[in-house]
């Protein structure tokens, strides 16, 4: 078992927000494969919530099989967030996050996001108010600093314990780093031993079970929490979490699986968001799920075309017809020695690319670069 505050939870492993991508069919996806217990919203901005903005509001949509569920909020205005955190609690929301890491111009220039870290006294007064306006826990996800010169998290972090945060989720890296170079696990350390009583819970380039464990083993933070390395493996955290508690590394799902898992988030997108701009949001989509089928790209380059469930039918039945060529009779893929040479000639190219993607998993592009 596993808390914050008084919100017991069943597991110490959490999705991190990811904006335009951990919308509500994302969350019900990674849900239904199991390891996860809270994960959390889109970062949505207080005042646009207060104001009603229909968009802010479904950034925030949810139903009976989301939970339980915090919304992670950004502002820099001290009455604009207790009344964003009083609003979500009559909601029913089960915590609410703060965001202090988001590196974007357009949210720090609001006085929210990474800003925060650099003006801890007001940071904590803001947090304060937050804490004593709502029942349910506040959470922080911070980075380690504005830049390599103002590691500001550990002094931040103690503020915040102070001022009555459940938790602090910090990602090992600078403000001014983005999503570049590696995560900083010292750095992660250094905030845990900061702090008293409260979990810190790591997060940054947790990719695989490996990874998760070797940062809390490195760390001692508390739990780990994972953005792009979900999006990448949705199975990540059921197999994290059997992972941690056997030693043990699951098996990889078949492509079978990876196939029923993918048509599952089509139908709850078009459920939740309707044919049309369902069909479209699923282009940015298909083609993680894919990184993991082998050869994959005629599959890529029609799935981003796709505008209806007839062409995402017809384009996945096309594809799996296409890779027959390359697998055996069980549907999984050949050795390249059973295969025509210039068919394992362009099936080599191909996995080479896709090993080189899991090196490096790109940095998705969302709605807040164009804010």
């Known amino acids: 078992m596993f ?11 959490f999705l991190s927000p990811l904006a335009g991508y951990t919308n509500l069919p994302f969350r019900l996806v990674i849900r239904e494969i199991g390891g996860v217990d809270l994960c959390t919203t889109d970062l949505v901005n207080a005042r646009s919530l207060i104001e009603q903005n ?52 357009k949210v720090t220039k609001t006085g929210g996001g990474a800003s925060m870290m650099t003006e801890l006294p007001k940071t904590q007064e803001l947090i304060r108010t937050m804490v004593e306006a709502v029942p349910v826990p506040i959470t922080a996800k911070m980075r380690l600093g504005w830049d390599d010169q103002n590691l500001t998290a550990p002094n931040l972090a103690r503020a915040l314990e102070d001022a009555g945060v459940a938790a602090i989720f910090v990602h090992g890296r600078t403000r001014a780093q983005g999503f570049d170079g590696v995560v900083n696990l010292e ?40 953005g792009r390395g979900a999006f990448y493996n949705p199975w990540i955290f059921l197999h994290t979490q059997k992972y941690l508690e056997t030693g043990v590394l699951p098996s990889e799902p078949s492509f079978d699986e990876r196939i029923r898992v993918m048509r599952r988030h089509y139908d709850l997108m078009v459920e939740v968001f309707g044919e049309d701009r369902g069909s479209l949001q699923f282009r940015k989509v298909a083609p993680w799920y894919s990184k993991r089928f082998g050869p994959v790209k005629p599959f890529n380059n029609a799935v981003v075309r796709i505008s209806s469930r007839s062409d995402f039918e017809r384009v996945l039945t096309d594809y799996l017809e296409w890779r027959k060529k390359f697998t055996d009779d069980s549907g999984e893929l050949l050795d390249r020695y059973q295969m025509p040479p210039m068919i394992a000639s362009f099936m080599e190219e191909e996995v080479a690319h896709q090993a080189k993607q899991r090196k490096e998993i790109a940095v998705p592009k969302g709605p807040i670069e164009v804010w």
């Not at 702090?195 to 760390?219: L, Y």
């Open 3 to 13: 808390s914050l505050g008084q919100l017991p939870l069943k597991s110490n492993l």
């Open 54 to 105: 229909p968009k802010a509001l479904k950034l925030i949509e949810t139903n009976k099989q989301d939970n339980p569920l915090s919304v992670q909020l950004f502002g820099g205005v001290k009455e604009e967030m207790r009344d964003a955190a009083v609003m979500l609690v009559e909601k029913g929301i089960d915590s609410i996050d703060v965001n202090m890491g988001c590196p974007v111009p």
């Open 187 to 226: 750095g992660i350390r250094k905030v845990v031993e900061a702090v008293d009583k409260i979990p810190v819970i790591g997060n940054g380039d947790i990719t695989t079970p490996d990874a998760a464990k070797h940062m809390i083993e490195q760390t001692g933070c508390h739990g780990i929490s994972a």
